[in-house]
């Protein structure tokens, strides 16, 4: 037998065999593993980092930057876009892509050499995602398990170094970045991507010098064409903070002559120019040179920067009026850059708001630089904060202006009032009618009255903006004429049978016009000169309730400029022209304390004038202590807490029924703490306990006396003189009983408070609801689940990790669920609180110490409650936090009645609460939110947003 052919078919049945296990994708040989790292090197890498390059290119490059600030190293993901759910649609098609690619290389090709870089692309592509925390697991993971890998361990503790700089956790960031100095020197190349986050962590932290030095050395490791022209833009800007024109001026220079973005070479052209500027003598030659550049049709899409930039130059010579325009100017050319159109509105605010001391024109700008502005803006928070701030201030004008011009009219004869009152309206109209000044605001006077269409409420929604509805309608018949509200109104030739149409419809609209319909110009007049006569104030009555307002108005004025604004100079303005209008106000003792401490530092004798007043008029009054005695604070705020503390043990007294007890800790309180701030409510326990032991003439007796001692008492006053009329009321059975509070007994009539509807006595926001509190009950303590313990420095729930070896490779994280057992990130109160308006709030005190009981201070809110509140319907409840309780009364419909109760009942709480003063916070809470506190235990976070908000 031939053996040759048997031995050729064994050869080739092993060679096929061969093959096929060498094509394999799941063996370690050498021929799959070339394999698998030919294909995952050009069917997945490459094109992984293709569709990276060009996601950089297209969805990044087009975000607004601002050239006035030091630009990001790297333009990526707006920092506030912290635990932001992934982006919409076509924004990250390319990302998902790429993260299944990256995902395919780990599954299918586990024996390829480039599992590393996979799991780099999955950490950059969540990084583009805004998901900081999944993507710092990737890159964590890469690090610790290629550590030996010295490139792959750089890039990947780079990026997780990003990944916390976005995240706000700049200590995490300098471990990680401290890590990577160590094992630079052994790179030889690609050192670009961590020199340049170095850098960025340098500008961070306003460490400019050394900044600079990384970023030099950063375009010294041959970086991309794009990344040396955006890097020698931002060392222009880093050289300009450290006071270096001449060096920005090269920089800049290197950026105009590359070729970069048009965006870019502009500003670095504009910088240019204003530095070679800056030895000017004329401010008219720099506007002259800034203005050439508008020569250049090229250059006038960015007009409004250029403007800017002059109004810059105003600015900073103190030509405040010259500046105010061009940034006008420039406002009103920001079609387009919304962004700029916002820096222009915070200028024009700020010049108002430190300048020129219009507080109620920069409220208007502040708004208009919240609506413009991205939320990504570095002062952003603060902006909102202080045009909400000016709405106070904004409204305490509008109030004197209306007083004011009120009561001047009413001194008027008959007949020149109502002419007056005409002339008023029709200016009002036309005011309301006129264009906005270019700067896109309305310029309102202090000194006379406040149109309600003019006022801006702060909102996004078109059509909740007066301001934006005027400049739209100007805008409209600028470019269309005056044309009425028809269909077809871009027809300006009608036909006869349009014609005829319209005509018959004019003619019929007066004939239909029902109840509802819009009245016309006339009725309208006559409505508006109706509403002004019956608010005259035409009695002795109606000018002192007058006169109270503008006095109230400018204490608070002259309150909130002191305390909130710091603003001295205005507050003593307010305090003095409240002096001056009405020298026997209300509030002269703490008037005469705050001039005294308004003058102390900038004019020691007017400072001894008020002292002296204060000392001399109101020598018993907390003031004039204060000034006598540097230690009565203290000692008051001693005395507070055994007050306090004494009035607790008397209220447990009451509530045991030990009433012969609680009559004499009250005969003893009065002569421990004569004339105590509790004084009214501990009458108030010792009335009703001569009530339930005594016949109801006592009863009678005792609250007839706390009403003469304690007339002008808002909490316990007005329910004791509720009380007293019940008891006129049913004076027969009350005299029957030989008691006169007893146990309920069904066989006696017992005492009760009024059901009947009447008015409370102190005022409040007109349509208060009197539903009960049946959509939030007590939540018992402890009744809270368990919830996750956060990391100490991250402030997350702790997230198990793949291990770290640096001897064996460890097996790959779950591909469907990595990182392993990742929770949610913690709650972002600007996004777990909601702004929206709802149909139920409350009035919430929160009560930072959950062991402090508060029984006593329940019952100063009922007592509060029902003596000024009574047809309302209001309950209080509470709620146990794991560190808080938390009081919430309600039902209220409306912010604006939840908000006037507040008014009220605050400046009584340290009578209505029996615990100190640092331990409770006021605040005001929709519904929908309360639930959300509740089941997350957010209270600091609400509170944050309470404050940046409301």
């Excluded at 490459?46 to 975000?63: G, M, R």
């Excluded at 008020?610 to 009565?632: I, N, V």
């Excluded at 005969?667 to 421990?672: N, T």
């Excluded at 001569?690 to 007796?701: A, C, E, F, R």
């Amino acid at each position: 037998m031939n053996k040759a052919p048997v031995i050729l078919l064994i050869a080739l049945a092993c060679c096929t065999a061969s093959l096929f296990w060498g094509c394999s994708t799941q063996n370690g040989s050498a021929y799959s593993r070339g394999l698998q790292n030919l294909t995952a090197r050009y069917n997945y890498i490459y094109n992984s980092k293709t569709l990276l390059d060009e996601y950089s290119n297209t969805q990044l490059a087009v975000q607004p930057e601002n050239y006035d600030e030091i630009l990001p190293v790297y333009p990526g993901p707006p920092p506030r876009q912290i635990d932001a759910v992934a982006l919409p649609g076509e924004r990250t098609k390319a990302l998902d892509e790429l993260i299944a690619k990256a995902k395919a290389i780990i599954t299918d090709k586990s024996y390829s050499n480039y599992i590393d870089d996979a799991y780099l692309l999955l950490g950059k592509a969540y990084y583009y995602k805004s998901d900081y925390f999944i993507s710092f697991e990737y890159f964590d993971y890469a690090a610790k398990t290629y550590r030996r890998q010295v490139p792959v361990f750089v890039e990947a503790n780079t990026w997780a170094a990003r990944t916390q700089l976005q995240l706000g956790r700049t200590v995490q960031a300098a471990r990680l970045l401290d890590s990577i100095k160590k094992y630079l020197p052994l790179l030889k190349k690609k050192k670009a991507a961590a020199l340049a986050t170095l850098a960025q962590f340098e500008i961070q932290g306003k460490n400019y010098g050394k900044a600079l030095d990384y970023l030099r050395l950063a375009m010294k490791q041959q970086p991309s064409k794009q990344e040396r022209i955006r890097w020698n833009y931002i060392a222009a800007q880093l050289s300009e903070q450290l006071k270096n024109p001449a060096q920005a001026y090269r920089y800049y220079t290197l950026v105009k002559k590359s070729n970069a973005p048009f965006e870019l070479y502009f500003n670095a052209d504009l910088n240019r120019l204003r530095i070679s500027l800056a030895g000017s003598s004329s401010l008219q030659e720099k506007e002259r040179r800034l203005l050439s550049l508008l020569r250049d049709d090229k250059n006038l899409d960015y007009s409004d920067q250029v403007y800017y930039r002059i109004a810059e130059l105003f600015r900073e010579a103190g030509q405040q009026q010259a500046a105010e325009r061009y940034y006008r100017r420039s406002a009103a050319l920001s079609i387009q850059n919304n962004y700029q159109k916002g820096l222009s509105y915070l200028r024009i605010a700020d010049l108002n708001f430190e300048q020129a001391n219009d507080y109620v024109q920069a409220k208007l700008y502040y708004d208009s630089a919240v609506a413009s502005l991205p939320p990504t803006y570095p002062e952003y928070s603060t902006i909102s904060k202080k045009a909400l701030n000016l709405e106070y201030l904004s409204s305490r004008y509008q109030v004197i202006s209306r007083q004011d011009t009120l009561q001047m009219l009413a001194a008027l004869p008959d007949g020149a009032r109502r002419s007056r009152i005409l002339t008023l309206v029709k200016t009002q109209q036309q005011s309301s009618e006129q264009p906005v000044a270019q700067g896109g605001s309305a310029q309102l006077n202090p000194d006379q009255g406040f149109p309600a269409s003019m006022v801006a409420t702060g909102s996004n929604f078109y059509f909740n903006n007066p301001a934006a509805m005027t400049r739209g309608r100007t805008d409209f018949v600028r470019r269309f004429g005056n044309r009425p509200l028809t269909d077809n109104w871009r027809q300006q030739v009608r036909s006869s049978v349009q014609s005829a149409t319209a005509a018959i419809d004019q003619g019929l609209a007066p004939a239909q016009q029902g109840p509802g319909a819009a009245a016309s110009p006339v009725s309208q007049e006559e409505q508006q000169i109706r509403a002004y006569t019956d608010s005259l104030p035409l009695n002795a009555e109606r000018l002192l309730a007058s006169n109270k307002k503008i006095a109230d108005a400018l204490f608070q004025l002259g309150s909130f400029y002191q305390q909130v604004l710091n603003d001295t100079t205005q507050a003593i303005r307010s305090y003095e022209r409240l002096l001056d209008r009405y020298p026997q106000n209300a509030y002269l003792p703490i008037v005469y304390y705050s001039l005294y401490l308004a003058y102390k530092d900038r004019d020691p004798q007017q400072a001894d004038r008020y002292r002296e007043k204060l000392l001399r008029g109101y020598p018993s009054t907390l003031y004039a202590r204060m000034l006598t005695d540097p230690q009565f604070f203290a000692e008051s705020t001693k005395k507070e807490k055994e007050v306090n503390q004494h009035y607790d043990g008397v209220f447990t007294q009451y509530e045991k029924g030990d009433y012969e007890a609680v009559i004499a800790a009250v005969q003893d309180a009065a002569g421990r703490f004569p004339d105590n701030f509790l004084s009214p409510q501990y009458a108030y326990l010792r009335a009703i306990a001569i009530g339930k032991t005594q016949h109801v003439d006592s009863l009678v007796n005792a609250f007839s006396s706390l009403v003469l001692r304690f007339p002008d008492d808002k909490v316990i006053t007005p329910l004791v003189k509720e009380h007293l009329a019940y008891i006129q009321a049913h004076l027969p059975e009350f005299s029957r009983r030989a008691i006169a509070l007893t146990d309920f007994d069904p066989n006696e009539p017992h005492f009760l408070a009024r059901t009947e509807p009447r008015q409370p006595a102190v005022s409040r926001a007109p349509g208060l609801p009197p539903p009960a509190l049946a959509s939030a009950p007590v939540k018992p303590a402890g009744g809270r689940p368990a919830t996750p313990k956060p990391d100490s420095t991250s402030g997350r729930p702790s997230v198990a990790r793949p291990p770290a070896d640096t001897t064996a490779k460890p097996a790959p994280p779950a591909l469907a669920n990595r990182p392993v057992a990742q929770p949610p990130p913690a709650p972002d109160p600007a996004t777990t609180f909601s702004k929206a308006a709802s149909n139920t709030y409350y009035v919430v005190i929160r009560v930072a110490d959950p062991s402090l009981v508060l029984s006593s201070s329940r019952f100063g809110i009922g007592q509060f409650n029902r003596g000024n509140y009574a047809a309302a319907g209001l309950r209080h409840q509470l709620t146990q936090l794991p560190a808080d309780q938390l009081i919430y009364i309600g039902n209220f419909s409306s912010f604006a009645d939840a908000k006037a109760y507040s008014a009220a009942m605050v400046p009584l709480l340290r009578s209505i609460m029996k615990v100190p003063a640092d331990r409770y916070e006021p605040f005001i809470i929709s519904r929908e939110n309360f639930e959300l506190l509740k089941n997350t235990d957010l209270i600091e976070d609400y509170l944050n947003f309470y404050k940046n908000n409301y």
